[in-house]
């Protein structure tokens, strides 16, 4: 019930969710493919979904990624494209970075944890135990600074008709790990749903948009290449798909290498110089 001291509130401020583009990849001859991510700001506090590559890639690429990785995916080091930059420039410091959301593990997605080492890292269990085993694909230097890292092993509720996860953040909104496996063991989307928007990112179960619409699509090839289980990848695309077939109307999704689904505010790899 409303009182009459109510009016008198300071207004409660609102979720913002900011889409990011938090570094750049580009291996001629393939198109360039960006790091498209979430900033979810709250007030002077932030969640992050995934942190593309950060500040210690740039000033250790070789220890931090390796010269295989880099060369293969095209690696670009823009200071301006990581997440601590875009922080700064909301004039927040790092310290405001109370969480971070993990799709996986791969280079090109843990870069920016360690520029935030107080940070909650939130992950399926299986991914976990991929980072932990010491799996080739990942470094382990990117994690040398010690993650606080948050495990979720159980699908406990669907959202939208996917298996999902329930992550336990202090936000004005619903925020779930989707169930999403094949690129890697313990891959995972994130779905975040507040009373006005419904939105999910896929993270890599697909490169490109245009895989939900052509199986054959030519980047499939790639995709295959990457994956540590590719039947699970084939299948998570293919709930993807239905997906996109039966919510296009009331839920947005992305993923995040595909630059057709960037916000136009965002300046794509031209505007840079990578160092």
């Known amino acids: 019930m409303k009182s009459d001291n109510d009016d008198n509130l300071p207004e409660q401020p609102m979720l913002e969710i900011i889409h990011a583009n938090f570094g750049w990849l580009h291996s001629p001859p393939l198109p360039p493919a960006s790091c498209h991510g979430l900033i979810l700001r709250h007030a002077e506090k932030v969640v992050l979904v995934d942190t593309g590559i950060g500040m210690h890639d740039i000033e250790r690429p070789l220890e931090r990624i390796g010269h295989e990785a880099i060369d293969a995916a095209g690696f670009q080091f823009i200071r301006e494209c990581t997440v601590l930059s875009q922080i700064k420039k909301f004039g927040l410091s790092a310290k ?34 991929e980072i932990k085993a010491g799996n080739p694909r990942y470094n382990p230097e990117q994690f040398s600074h010690g993650v606080n890292w948050i495990d979720y092993a159980a699908t406990d509720c669907e959202w939208l008709g996917l298996p999902s996860r329930k992550i336990d953040l202090d936000v004005d909104a619903e925020v779930n790990l989707i169930w999403l496996p094949g690129h890697t063991l313990g891959h995972c989307g994130v779905a975040i749903e507040t009373l006005k928007n419904k939105l999910l990112y896929v993270g890599d179960a697909y490169y490109l948009r245009a895989e939900l619409e052509n199986s054959d699509h030519p980047v499939g090839e790639l995709a295959t290449i990457r994956a540590e289980d590719n039947a699970a990848r084939l299948d998570s695309l293919r709930r993807l798909t239905s997906f996109a077939t039966e919510h296009t109307q009331n839920a947005d999704f992305f993923g995040y290498h595909d630059i057709s689904e960037l916000p136009d505010y965002i300046p794509g790899l031209e505007a840079f110089k990578p160092i």
């Open 96 to 129: 405001a970075v109370t969480d971070i959301v993990l799709t996986h593990g791969d280079h090109d997605h843990v870069g920016g944890l360690a520029d935030f080492p107080q940070a909650r890292v939130h992950v399926s269990a299986e991914e976990l135990v």
